[in-house]
């Protein structure tokens, strides 16, 4: 086989096998159908892509989807490649094997960014495709539409895959063997973050404003032109889709020549940022040799926030899942949607502590930390398992963790945001008691979830906090939690909200002591008998 | 067959890992490479297979230079490094038939090596499973096996026995001495002075970064009656 497939080809299969392996699902079948799961995640983005859709149609301009998804898609896309492209060049353990082989540099470069054109198609696919669909389909079938459509699709990674693995590689070869690596990740996705949710609500304010829509329309052909501006291979891209030769050439003559480019540059980027960057180095530095005496559980507890501490993946994914509301709030303000103001109006005023909480308790709610207290610590797990503690100081410093953590979280975001709403003194004292509630229940059931699905064998540390099935049961949770709650409102109309929280913190706090029951009880022994 | 001159790595400007190393192996040796914990084995190794870079000096392999003429050079060796970091989630067979890819191995000869090395080493019978289910010893079997596949002109390998069960660890000499006795050579290093001593027909000390005996056993131990142990710990004794 050529090497260039071959090398394609095994990277590929592990990087099938691992995201199946990731999901830690035993049934085979259920591991493959599990490749499929994040359509379920894009299932709202669809929606509004139909939506969008609809817009267009209703204004004479459907093509409009086509330009306008392709830039969205082609930008998430450039985001995506960012985290993705550092994740497996520069953290990959593979480099060690392909350095020794003899393949040509731009082999290693090509075939490496297979698996990242993979997953980027994938969500082309989902997003991109899905506009394809609703085009070629919508108003009868169009063979000629459909087919030239997944043409597109098939290019949509090349330009974002190739540009950000231009600008990635000259940098981390500027930073080298530095520790700024982990901060570059960090960075990457944040932005990506960023890039998004403004993905999203731009697409939402489109939707929600055809009066600005017709007012563009009135140029000719000036609506693909206006929306695609800012980026002409859209403009190149709808008219090919829509049968034009030239626009066809264009587009095909870009991607060739960013292909080219890369070919080009291939085998600097190789040895400057790839071989450079995995230099094993060794700083010599020598520091303070320090002995204190701390308690057993103090030092399980540092421990675990060392684990998160210490590894970009799980501080990153630990800091955005807690102030998720902050950033959201945020990237919406300076969208322009939501301002301080928008907290304040009076018609809020008595949805205000329910507001609060929900800012206050949301660390508890997405944070999920004890879902993968266990699965964190990898192969290093066994280190617990053979000192002298019990399986309780074991499991209960894992809860505590997450309740520091949380805790923190959730005092910051009370002290942030309780005087931007009308709250009195006993609302605020009421939400803190829920929130209390909140984390030590969540923070106990999520250990539940880990115990009995520990999954230790990952190869790499998103794996362990993003791909885990855990992290959707223990979401799960929540909805069926917060579903109860809602039921007993709708149950009992004329219930004030001060009795409401009360009551959804007493159901909180008894899955707290059925929880700790379970996880001291059953699950201690469960825990004692973890397969390592 | 391999020649060093001069070779240095330097880390961060500073770290001195190693110090102008010189070494010549021949065809049909057994090499074997030795020295303390950090005296810069790994880092030789890992600069002559091209996983890293030397800072000063040149490294030559079948007279093809390794920064140079990389991929005549690579074409010449194989390598199982100390630690066994490959494709976990694919195959064992997969591995191999990657390894057999991309040096170019044919389908009869690939077969045939295959279900020599996999039954010499058992894991014959683990092929089909993925690598992340094998235990430490398996993987660097399998890496053996994957190193063996392409019948390099030279075989080197980053402390090849630790790992090894006892019978591994045979099959894994005699086929050491079977390559050289087929004109090949072998490179390794080891903290096994027992087997250098019974395998190597040369063996080079490294001591912080610098060559401090490379000879045949009897010249280094200067034909006195002291075991290689008793000679190296004299060597690398810290003043």
Known sequence: MNKLLALTRIQLKDFFSKYTQQLNIKNKFLGKLMIFLPIL?????????????????????????????YVGATMLAFFMAIPLVISIFFYSKDLSLIATLPVKEDTVVFSKLASVYVYLFGMGALLFGTSVVFYAFG??????YFLMGIVALLFLPVLPMIFATLV??????????????????????IVLLAVILGIQVVFTRVEMDPASLQKMVSQQDGLISLVGS???????????????????????????????????????LYKNALLKYNQQSNTGKKGVIEYKQSSKKMLL????????????????????????????????????????????NPMLEPFAIFIFIGIIVSPSIVGSLSATAITREGKAFWETRVLPISAEENISARIQTTILINGFATALLALGTFWILP????????????????????????LIINIERPYLNWSNPTAAVKNNLNIMISLISRIVLGGIGYGLYKLIPDLSSRWMIGIFTILLLAVYVLGRKLVYGRYKQKFIDMNI | ML????????????????????????????????????????????MITGIISPTEGEITIGGHNIKADAISAKKQFTFVPDQSEIYDAVKGIDYLNFIADMYEVNIADRKERVERYTKLFQIDDALTQSVNSYSHGMRQKLMICGALLPNPKIFILDEPHVGLDPHSNKILKDLMKEHCANGGTVLFSSHVLEVVENLCHRVAIIHKGKLIACDTLE????????????????????E
């Open chain 1, 168 to 189: 990635i590689m000259p940098f981390m070869a500027v930073i080298g063997g530095r520790s700024n690596r982990n901060m570059m990740v960090i960075i990457g996705n």
């Open chain 2, 219 to 238: 010249a280094v131990k200067h034909n006195s009656t002291s075991s290689l142990e008793e000679i190296f710990l004299e060597m690398t004794k810290d």
């Open chain 1, 230 to 268: 800012k980026f002409p291979p859209s403009i190149w891209l709808t008219k090919m889709v829509r049968g034009s030769l030239l626009d066809t050439i264009w587009f095909l003559l870009l991607n060739l020549g960013f292909v080219v480019t890369l070919k080009l540059f291939a085998k600097r």
């Open chain 1, 139 to 144: 108003d009868g079938f169009n063979l000629f």
């Open chain 1, 423 to 446: 709250l009195g003194a006993l609302d605020i004292l009421l939400a803190i008691v829920a929130a209390a509630a909140a984390i030590v229940c969540f923070a106990t059931i999520d």
């Open chain 1, 41 to 69: 995640i894009l299932l709202p983005v669809i929606q509004i892509i139909k939506q969008l859709y609809d817009t267009f149609l209703l204004i004479g301009y459907p093509e409009l989807i086509i330009t306008y998804v």
């Open chain 1, 301 to 344: 507890i540092k421990r675990h926030l060392g684990i998160i501490i210490h590894n970009p993946t799980f501080l990153l994914n630990t800091v955005m899942t807690l102030f998720i509301p902050i950033l959201l709030f945020g990237i919406y303000t300076a969208m322009g949607i939501m301002s301080l103001e928008t907290l304040r």
């Open chain 2, 3 to 46: 020649k060093l001159k001069g070779v240095t790595k330097v880390f961060n400007g500073t770290k001195i890992a190693v110090d102008h190393l010189d070494l010549d192996i021949l065809e049909g040796e057994i090499f074997g490479f030795i020295g303390p914990n950090g005296a810069g084995k790994t880092t030789t190794l890992r």
